[in-house]
């Protein structure tokens, strides 16, 4: 899309070349020297796109400071800038006076922190098995974990909101006993548990690939020094696959810190129930004003966590979705 | 533990992993299914909790759920056709126009982050960003850009200039199904075509350089470098990522949820989450299992058409 003005101005400046022998104005050398040297041309293209995009990209960033920086009295038709040439600081306080904001951001980290941990554990014996060993159901399995994600979200949540709220009994097998299911809602496991099962598949594509590249000579000289099959895995296989792994965990943070419908629905919004971000951001609509200010204040720090977590893990994500993505 | 076969070996080490996927993905679904087998008080209160095998896929289908819904689920726009179809229409036209634009936004992001250039780090962080933005985040950036009265997009005084022309006047765009639909679509590529940009630029970057080399050698221009070369060999990975953004965006619903709610632009999520919200659970049972119907057949089109083709990528 945005190379198509670009493309329009070559197209004219090839035309006006036509008449160079009239006039040499600054701009008829610059045509004529980018005919002779198209790759100039091309680098003046290629400028032009990337600021296109990086204005697009970051546009709704500089909206939301300029918002945040507004006094909430002159919230009207705000342009480009802040009006008056004041600029009101004190929102980004007032946010964390109006709501427990800092409590809802760290609910936030601990449920990220939580799931990156279980699914890390549970997605590295998994990714070993599908990357390294043969076996009978190894394709159906894939496929069935992949299918699982087919689902829209909500077809989860009636079971599971009956099941963590304590309203589901388990039997026992053989015994005419029954156990209930812990009561999870309002806990972090009430998040923790779907979002793992949630984000596990990609997890286990990519430490799959990661586990598979490794080989063969490097396990089984660990085998023959004595080591178990286990351990074998955590010594050697995943501290060879370092980079993967901690691919796995940056991704799957950013997809719970991301996450909006079971951290929205399996808890209820108040800070004491480890609802993350989004209640936070949902509950500074008050019940008399829409503090728009407020609401753009408080969506540039929880953007913040994760701007830095990209600007850090920048090449882990690029390679992390390669992985994961596109190799199974 | 180190005397089993490799078969024991393998699902011993996938107990965990499955005992979570049985837990919280195959057992909710199953017994979703189940309840979209009963009906409940959209299918008429007479037969309320009865077992009604497919009655709710089959109404659904064939449109006869119109009148259900009491809380304003349907616009008065999309009033004409039943609740199944105006959700099952918004959401491909969300789909269809969200993926083809992600796409080429994506690829053009790609081959701007392929390049060597100063600062290419910087660029693409500011590219990547949106991707990692919260999505309560999204709806509420993209809810305060299209608010009237605070946002220079929604100019609310008579003023004649060209800015406010092409804008709505004092009108709240997001209550307006057509305008909100095409809010939320550009919410969506705002944020997703950096995904498809990262998935792109993993398949340029796998592209063997010296096949360029080559081709310059040989006098080819930059443009029959990218038609010979570049197209073809990233073709596959363009319609792999095209497949990931069409499952996602089919289930959309957070952008929605937060922009607008769902009675303005109610995709097929949408029609789940309100009927299960009207403890309507046969309904959005039957919804949900559809919509992964229709996933599932997009997939299963995709895997048959492309993968084959090159050779099985699945």
Redesign the interface.
């Given at each position: 899309?945005?190379?198509e003005p670009q493309s329009g101005d070559s197209t004219t400046t090839i035309g006006t070349s036509g008449d160079r022998e009239l006039k040499r104005g600054p701009f008829s050398r610059w045509v004529s020297s980018s005919i002779k040297n198209?790759e100039r041309t091309?680098r003046a293209m290629?400028y032009v796109?990337?600021a296109f995009?990086?204005l697009?990209?970051?546009f709704?960033?500089y909206?939301?400071l300029v918002?945040a920086l507004t006094p909430p009295r002159a919230?009207?038709?705000?342009?480009?800038y802040p009006p008056g040439g004041t600029l009101n600081v004190e929102s980004f306080a007032v946010v964390f006076q109006r709501v427990p904001f800092h409590i809802f951001m760290f609910n936030s980290f601990v449920l990220g922190i939580l799931t990156t941990v279980?699914v890390l554990?549970?997605?590295s014996?998994?990714g070993?098995?599908f990357g390294r060993?043969?076996?009978?159901g190894?394709g159906p399995?894939m496929?069935a974990?992949l299918?699982?994600?087919?689902?829209?979200?909500?077809?989860?949540?009636?079971?599971?909101y009956d099941?963590f709220t304590g309203n589901v009994a388990i039997p026992i097998p053989f015994t005419g006993l029954a156990v209930g299911f812990p009561e999870l809602y309002n806990t972090p496991g009430a998040m923790v548990?779907?979002f793992?099962?949630l984000f596990?598949p990609l997890s286990?594509f990519i430490l799959t690939t990661f586990y598979g590249q490794i080989p063969d000579g490097l396990e089984d000289a660990a085998r023959v020094e004595g080591t178990?099959?286990?351990g074998a895995l955590f010594r050697v296989i995943i501290p060879l696959s370092a980079p993967g792994v901690a691919t796995a965990g940056v991704l799957t943070f950013?997809s719970v810190?991301?996450?909006?419908?079971f951290?929205?629905l399996m808890n209820n919004g108040e800070p004491g129930s480890w609802a993350p971000?989004?209640a936070g951001?949902?509950g500074l609509q008050g019940q008399y004003d829409t503090p728009?200010h407020l609401?753009?204040a408080?969506?540039i720090i929880?953007?913040l966590p994760?701007?830095i977590?990209?600007?850090v893990a920048?090449e882990k994500?690029?390679?992390g979705?390669?992985a994961g993505?596109?190799k199974? | 533990m180190e005397n089993l076969s490799e078969t024991a070996y393998a699902y011993l080490l996938l107990v965990p992993a499955l005992i979570l996927l049985l837990v919280i993905a195959v057992y909710p679904l199953v017994t979703t299914f189940w309840m979209s087998l009963f009906a409940d008080a959209l299918s008429g209160s007479a037969n309320l909790g009865q077992f009604v095998g497919i009655t709710n896929y089959v109404e659904l289908l064939t449109n006869q759920r119109s009148y259900a819904l009491p809380s304003a689920f349907m616009p008065t726009s999309l009033t004409p056709n039943g609740i199944f179809a105006s959700a099952l229409g918004v959401t491909l036209v969300f789909t269809l126009v969200s993926v083809f634009f992600e796409t080429i936004i994506g690829f053009g992001q790609a081959l701007v982050l392929d390049q060597d250039f100063r600062g290419r780090r910087w660029v693409r962080v500011a590219i990547i960003i949106p991707w990692a933005v919260p999505i309560v985040i999204q709806g509420m950036i993209f809810y305060l850009l299209f608010q009237p009265g605070i946002g220079f997009l929604i100019g609310t005084s008579q003023d004649p200039s060209l800015l406010n022309q092409l804008t709505w006047i004092g009108t709240t765009p997001l209550a307006n199904t057509v305008d909100a639909t095409s809010i939320i679509i550009v919410a969506d590529i705002w944020k997703t075509s950096a995904f498809m940009a990262l998935l792109i630029l993993a398949g340029l970057q796998s592209i063997d350089r010296s096949l360029y080399d080559v081709a310059k050698v040989a006098g080819a221009s930059q443009w029959q470098q990218f038609k010979m070369i570049t197209m073809p060999l990233i073709m596959p990975t363009v319609l792999v990522a095209m497949l990931f953004r069409t499952i996602a965006a089919m289930r959309v619903y957070g952008i929605i949820e937060t922009t607008s709610a769902c009675t303005t632009v109610p995709s097929l999520s949408c029609l789940v989450v309100t009927s299960f919200n009207q403890r309507a659970y046969g309904t959005a049972a039957s919804v949900a299992f559809i919509t992964a119907a229709i996933i599932g057949v997009a997939v299963s089109v995709y895997i048959v058409k492309f993968a084959d083709a090159e050779g099985g990528g699945f």
């Open positions: 899309m945005g190379s198209p091309y290629f796109v990337t995009f990086l697009t990209t970051l709704p960033f909206w939301l918002l919230l009207q038709n705000v342009g480009l279980i554990l549970l997605a014996l998994a070993y098995v060993l043969r076996f009978p190894r399995l496929l974990i299918a699982i994600s087919y689902f829209p979200p909500a077809a989860f949540l009636l079971p599971l099941l548990l779907p793992s099962a596990m286990i178990t099959r286990l950013i810190y991301n996450e909006f419908f951290s929205f971000l989004v951001i949902i728009y609401m753009a408080a969506s929880g953007v994760v701007a977590l990209v600007i920048q994500i690029v390679s979705l390669t993505a596109l199974e | -």
